[in-house]
Each structure stands twice: as structure tokens, then as C-alpha cells.
């Protein structure tokens, strides 16, 4: 979704001839397009290319607006349109081959944003309709970023499509964009005889910000385009030998007035269900569970636009929004998934560092929890605190691998970060504890930075120190016998970027004993060095006009000098026809299993192509080549592939197969060659959307895993599998105001391997967002 522009024995030249004929079929779309760009560009005011970095004046609504995707308001009737933007990609800040207008107005409690995107062929505008969220760069989408703290390093994105759904994040120039934070606010568009149409209306009470009387803010207002090519079009240009996205917002001026608090949420919520369960596993008859009943509130109080106060009871993280099956035989590590609870999520950027020591997913059932997050013209800062009924896991972190521990206990967490803004650079401190129930605790504290040298250079770092004392349950955990345990982790790093060659060198220092109970670290005890050395080139026409040359190399060691990886990985990209990417990279490392290392040579390829409105994405990622068998510390040969794609036979219905696979052949110290496992996942998600509030989902989900325990050292099963479905009804009136009804059916294979059923269960929630 970010609007910004990353030997082997297997190859098939089937498959290579295929993927040629596919380019060379999109050569002929490319240059088509290339020629209509060429006979008929629409230029840019010759004022702003005077002075690009202008500002934008913003004035009062004289009238009403109804947010339709109908401009006749009269409240746009005196409103200036800015007709002055630029093609960022492909073209290198170059005119529009289409014409764009936008139209900002406001009043004493919205912000107004109107936007007419022009097209030759309006059937060819891609406006799907979805969920909250669901608007990624295969469709037509527009909006603005708006920097309302005017710091050029952050903002809050309001973005959408020709059908008015709905896709709002945060984004920074050091962390990156992050879409898990919903905000209130109206969108309507339509499509037009000359193109399509948007109007956006946003609360000042959903905007951030710190003087009710601001000198100015930043903006940048935004078109997405994918055709042949994915056309991105802004009201500022974007150098490409600036490493930086936010700092090149176009000043905003003219707002005054603006409401200076005090507003608040409380969205209460209900779920109710029953269902039955194989008390005895798979196989055993149903019984039921009994009626469920619960409840919860998440509250929020603005008292004022850059102070926002956050209260929960009892959160609600039911699996309405599943999370996707993950392969986890042969991992080393534990995996991320993303946070979903509204209460994480408020300036969800400021707790994101170089080292992931604030994840708020290791709170698993919070009872309660209260958080501030506030700040002035030069700092912001945010503390969290809330007591963890406990379950799920603790990550056990390694050098080479990590566990998992129950999280048996009850416990307190908090959480606080402060940052002070210097220029396009920062500095800030994180603390982390966890203070578990019956002894032991983790805390972790300390600063990191970014220092913004010039605009083609930045150096980042972070420095964590930890004091743990593990809790007295040995039957959990190995190491969770009262020790008491201190540790460090560094991680530094500098970036350069001047549009043509890119270089990244990080260096890492982990003590063994490091621990972070709020976090994901699961990895310790290392040093490490990692470089990344690229070269672009963008042909300016053509079928092909991004190309990227690279190699990467890593080296890591344990705190014994032992050495654990080294790597180098040559490879290219590429941005081609069809609105495709391609990436290929080879790998030639050394690892360490247990005790041994490794040598590998693998091939990493992956192809994404967005064609049109029906297959609108499909891609193929994966790996061939030698792979470790790291339970049995020896080399083997592996395939982990992944196929995904997005059917939309129209625009209410979309289709979401995926299918990933892994396999690890071996050969055991009796000589006996065969296939270790078989682990594959396949997934459906289809959802046919009634319109923007309402949706019917299904979600089937079959993973299997097929072993040889003949190439096992200990005993395994032959044959492990399960399936689970899920039907579910939405009805939303916005993203915390929702009804959910829903059906969910767990089987898995018993031991005559027959799917039975484990549990199925239906469900209601019901959450209401009551606004001031």
C-alpha cells in the first residue's frame, strides 16, 4: 500500500521460457501506453515549477458539503483547485500523462479534501469494493498525507478508492508505514464520464495535532494509478537522491481556529457464543461447551489535539480477523503476526525501534489497561500499563534458534517511549518491564537515534540494556529457575541512498543473557556485521523501467568467536509490463546447525505481476536449493514455495487463494535417502462485499504435514493435519461501531487419519462507538 516507489540445479527453462513470453507479451502493452503518453502530456503550472515547494493556501467552506463524490457543492464553488503534480514512477518527477485536481477547504470542526482524477477510458478505473483497509496499489486510489505536526518526518495518511472504501495508517520516515491505527472520518467517490470523482471529510478530532492556530502543516496529496505500470502522481516532487518521503510535504497554510479538545470514544463491546468440542481429541464425540458471555470497553479522551488518554477493560481479540497459517517446521525462530486490538494502536510508530523490544502482542489477555500519549511541538511520548491474565507464550531466545515457554502466570507490563525531534533527526529512551505474579520480572531500558546527516545519508542505532529475574517454574522453561540474568543488545547502522546507488552497513552486539519479556528479540548471543550494496537504473521507455543490481553479504558470530553465518547474495530486480516486479537472489552461505556448518547455494526467486481488474495480483516467492535440517543438524536439499493471487470476477466478490509448500530431502547416517517432511498450507478467503458497511467472508484453511519417521532420530508422527472454516457476517457502521455473525468448524486428522471434528462454534459481537 505504501504510496513509496527492494548456482542453482533446479531451474526449469520451461518455466523460463514462459516468463519471457510473459514480458515480451507485456512489451507490446508498455509501448502502446508509452505512445499515448508521449502524443498527448498535460503540463504542469508554470508557477509551481517556478517554485515546487509553494504553499498551499487553505480556506474556509462558504457554503455546505455533502460528502457524495458530487463537487457541486456550494462549498467548493470559491475553492481554488491545485492542478500542479508530478510523476514520481516511473517518470523521475516528470508531467502527468492524465490531469489531476484537488481541493482543500475546512471548517470549525472538519477538514475537506476533493480530488478529480482524470482518465481517458474511465472503464478502465479499478474500484473494488471491501473492507476498512482492503485498497492496496492494484486499484485506483487517491487521498492526501498530511503532516499535521509539521516535523517533515511523519504523518497520517487518509486514502481511498472510486468506491469511497476507506485506508488510513501512519507512516514515518524512520519506522516506516503502519496500518493497524483506524480513524474516523467520511469518504465518498464515483466514476465519472471523464474519470472518477473523491471527497474525504476528516475530524479534527482524528487528526493530531498540537496548536488550534497552526502557522502551517505539511501535505501531500496523492493518485495511484495502475495500469501497465503502477503511475504514482504528487503535488511535490520527490527527488530520488533524498532518502526521505515525509520532508517533502508542500506547506499548508491558512488554518485557524481549528478545535483545541476536548473529545472523546467509548466503544463498548459484547460477544456471545456456544459450540461443542472433542474433549478427547479428534476422532471423540462432541460435547457441549456451554454458553459464553463477555464484554469488554476500549475508551479514548482527547483532551487536547496532541494528547490523547486510552483506557480498556477485558480488550476483545477474537480471530473475526484470522490470522494466516504460517509454516513452522524447520524455523529457527519465533514469527511475527501483527497487532489488531484498537488500544495498541494510537501513535502505534512511536513504539517501533530497531530492535522489536515493544511488542504489545505478548500481552494476551490483558483484564485492564491504561496509556498516555502526548507531546509538543518537539517531543511526543506514550506509557502503557495493564495487568496480563497471562497464556499464550514467552520467546526463549538463542544464538542459533529460539523456544517457546507457556505463559502460565499472571503478570504487569509496561511500556513507555519518549522522543525529541531535532531537525530530520531524533533521539528517544524505551523502557519495557514485566512484573510477573508469584516472582520474577523483566526490564529493559535505554536510548536509540536517528541522525539525518544530509539528504543522502542517515545513521540509526539503539542501545537496549536488560535485567531479567526468570520466574521459579523449571517446568516451563529450562532457564526458569529464579536466575538472575543481565544483558546488552546494539544495533547500529548507516544508509545511503543518492538515487542511483544505495548502501546499507549495520553492525549488531547481543549478550547471551539479554532478554525482552514485552518484545520479539529471539535471537541473542551474537555479533553481526550485514551490508547491503545496490545500483539503479530507470529506463526512461521500454517494457522494463526499474532495475536494480545488488549484493548482500552478512557475517555472525557467537560471544565465543564461533562462527554461526556468513553469506553473500548476488542478485537483481526489476519493475516491468503488466504492472510486475521481480526479484532473483543467490545465496551462497555457511551456517551453523547444532555443532556443524553448513554450506549452502540456494536460489531465491519471486515474481509479482498485476494485470487488470479481474486478476488483479497474483505472485510466486520461494526457495531452492541446499537446505539444513536443523533438528538433526545436517545438510539436505529444500523447496519453500508461495502462490498467492486476487481473482475479482466483479467488483463486489473477490477471491484470495494461497498455497505454500516446503520440503526437505535428506540422507540419514544409514545411508537411507527420503523426503524429512512435507508441510504445506492452502487457503481461501472469499468475500462478497454487499457494499461499503457490509460483507459475507468465508475462510477455509487446510494445513498438512507429511514426515518419514524412518529419517527421524526420535519418534514422529507419520501424518499430522487440520482444517478450519469460518463464515462470518459484518455489518459496519465504522471501524468500531460493528455486528459480527459468525460460524467457525475445527477438525484435524485422527489416527486413522479421517478429518473429525474438534470443535465448531457460532458467534456474535457487537461493538458500539458512542462520539463527542
Not at 301 to 310: E, G, S
Not at 439 to 463: A, C, E, S
Not at 556 to 575: A, H, I, N, Q
Not at 739 to 750: F, K, T
Request: glycine share 10%.
Amino acid at each position: 500500500m505504501s504510496p513509496r516507489p527492494g548456482p542453482c540445479r533446479r531451474l526449469r527453462p520451461r518455466a523460463a521460457a514462459l516468463f519471457a513470453a510473459a514480458l515480451a507479451a507485456g512489451a507490446l502493452a508498455a509501448a502502446a501506453e508509452e505512445a499515448s503518453r508521449a502524443a498527448a502530456p498535460y503540463p504542469l503550472d508554470a508557477a509551481a515549477l517556478d517554485d515546487p515547494a509553494s504553499p498551499f493556501r487553505i480556506t474556509r467552506a462558504a457554503g455546505a458539503i455533502l460528502v457524495d463524490g458530487d463537487l457541486s457543492d456550494a462549498g467548493w464553488a470559491a475553492v481554488s483547485p491545485i492542478g500542479s503534480w508530478w510523476e514520481t514512477n516511473p517518470g523521475d518527477n516528470t508531467p502527468p500523462a492524465v490531469r489531476n485536481f484537488a481541493r482543500l477547504a475546512y471548517d470549525a470542526e472538519y477538514l475537506y479534501a476533493a480530488f478529480e482524477f482524470y482518465e481517458d477510458d474511465p472503464a478502465t478505473v479499478r474500484a473494488p469494493i471491501g473492507d476498512h483497509d482492503e485498497v492496496n496499489f492494484t486499484t485506483d486510489y487517491g487521498g492526501l498525507i498530511l503532516d499535521s505536526r509539521n516535523d517533515g518526518k511523519s504523518a497520517q495518511m487518509f486514502l481511498a478508492n472510486a468506491a469511497g472504501i476507506q485506508y488510513d495508517a501512519l507512516t514515518h520516515d524512520a519506522t516506516g508505514e503502519d496500518s493497524s491505527p483506524d480513524f474516523f472520518w467520511e469518504s465518498a467517490g464515483r466514476i465519472t464520464p471523464s474519470g472518477w470523482q473523491l471527497e474525504m471529510r476528516i475530524p479534527f478530532s482524528s487528526i493530531r495535532y498540537g496548536d488550534p492556530n497552526p502557522e502551517r502543516w505539511g501535505v501531500l496529496l496523492y493518485r495511484n494509478r495502475p495500469r501497465d505500470f503502477r503511475y504514482q502522481y504528487f503535488t511535490s516532487r520527490l527527488p530520488r537522491d533524498r532518502d526521505c518521503f515525509i520532508c517533502n510535504v508542500r506547506p499548508l497554510e491558512g488554518l485557524e481556529g481549528l478545535p483545541a479538545g476536548s473529545h472523546w470514544v467509548a466503544a463498548p463491546y459484547l460477544t456471545a457464543g456456544g459450540g461443542e468440542s472433542a474433549a478427547g481429541g479428534a476422532g471423540t464425540p462432541l460435547a457441549a461447551t456451554g454458553s459464553e458471555l463477555d464484554g469488554g470497553i476500549d475508551f479514548k479522551w482527547v483532551p487536547n489535539p496532541d494528547t490523547v488518554v486510552d483506557a480498556t477493560i477485558n480488550p476483545d481479540f477474537s480471530q473475526i480477523e484470522s490470522d494466516t497459517a504460517l509454516i513452522q517446521d524447520n524455523e529457527r525462530f519465533a514469527l511475527f503476526q501483527p497487532e489488531r486490538r484498537s488500544f495498541f494502536l494510537e501513535s502505534v510508530d512511536l513504539l517501533s525501534t530497531p530492535f522489536r523490544a515493544a511488542y504489545t502482542r505478548t500481552v494476551t489477555a490483558p483484564d485492564w489497561g491504561g496509556r498516555v500519549t502526548g507531546g509538543g511541538e518537539a517531543s511526543r511520548y506514550t506509557l502503557l500499563v495493564g495487568e496480563d491474565a497471562g497464556g499464550g507464550s514467552v520467546v526463549i531466545p538463542g544464538p542459533n534458534g529460539s523456544e517457546l515457554a507457556d505463559q502460565d502466570f499472571r503478570s504487569w507490563a509496561a511500556i513507555g517511549r519518549w522522543r525529541r525531534d531535532f531537525g530530520e533527526s531524533f533521539a528517544s529512551v524505551l523502557y519495557t518491564g514485566r512484573e510477573i505474579d508469584g516472582g520474577g520480572f523483566n526490564r529493559v531500558l535505554g536510548p536509540d537515534f536517528r541522525w539525518t546527516v544530509d539528504d543522502r545519508n542517515r545513521v540509526t542505532g539503539q542501545l537496549l540494556w536488560s535485567v531479567t529475574e526468570t520466574p521459579d517454574r523449571p517446568e516451563l522453561a529450562e532457564e526458569w529457575d529464579g536466575r538472575k540474568l543481565e544483558g546488552h543488545a546494539l544495533d547500529v547502522w548507516w544508509a545511503r541512498n543518492d538515487g542511483t546507488w544505495d548502501h546499507i552497513l549495520e553492525v549488531l552486539d547481543v549478550g547471551d543473557e539479554f532478554r525482552s519479556f514485552n518484545g520479539l528479540v529471539p535471537r541473542v548471543g551474537y555479533r553481526a556485521v550485514y551490508s547491503d550494496l545496490g545500483r539503479t537504473f530507470r529506463p526512461e521507455s521500454g517494457a522494463v523501467r526499474r532495475w536494480r543490481l545488488f549484493v548482500q553479504s552478512d557475517r555472525s558470530e557467537d560471544r565465543d568467536g564461533r562462527l554461526l553465518t556468513r553469506w553473500v547474495g548476488p542478485g537483481f530486480g526489476f519493475d516491468a509490463a503488466w504492472n510486475s516486479t521481480v526479484r532473483v537472489e543467490l545465496n551462497f552461505d555457511e551456517v551453523r546447525g547444532i555443532e556443524r556448518l553448513h554450506r549452502r547455494n540456494f536460489l531465491k526467486p519471486s515474481i509479482e505481476i498485476r494485470p487488470g481488474k479481474v486478476l488483479s495480483r497474483i505472485s510466486l516467492s520461494g526457495r531452492v536449493g541446499d537446505e539444513i535440517d536443523f533438528e538433526h543438524d545436517r545438510l539436505g536439499d529444500g523447496v519453500d514455495l508461495t502462490l498467492e493471487a486476487d481473482v475479482r470476477p466483479s467488483d463486489h466478490l473477490v477471491l484470495q487463494p494461497s498455497y505454500s509448500r516446503r520440503t526437505l530431502e535428506v540422507t540419514n547416517e544409514a545411508g537411507l535417502t527420503g523426503r524429512l517432511f512435507t508441510a504445506q498450507v492452502a487457503r481461501l478467503l472469499a468475500r462478497y462485499s454487499f457494499d461499503e458497511r457490509s460483507w459475507l467472508r468465508l475462510i477455509a484453511q487446510r494445513v498438512d504435514t507429511e514426515r518419514d519417521p524412518r529419517l527421524w532420530a526420535e519418534e514422529v508422527e507419520a501424518k499430522s493435519g487440520e482444517f478450519g472454516g469460518s463464515l462470518v457476517f459484518a455489518y459496519k457502521l465504522n471501524w468500531q461501531t460493528v455486528l459480527y455473525v459468525g460460524y467457525s468448524d475445527g477438525r484435524e486428522l485422527d489416527e486413522r487419519q479421517q478429518l473429525e471434528p474438534t470443535d465448531r462454534r457460532a458467534f456474535v459481537k457487537i461493538s458500539y462507538a458512542l462520539r463527542r
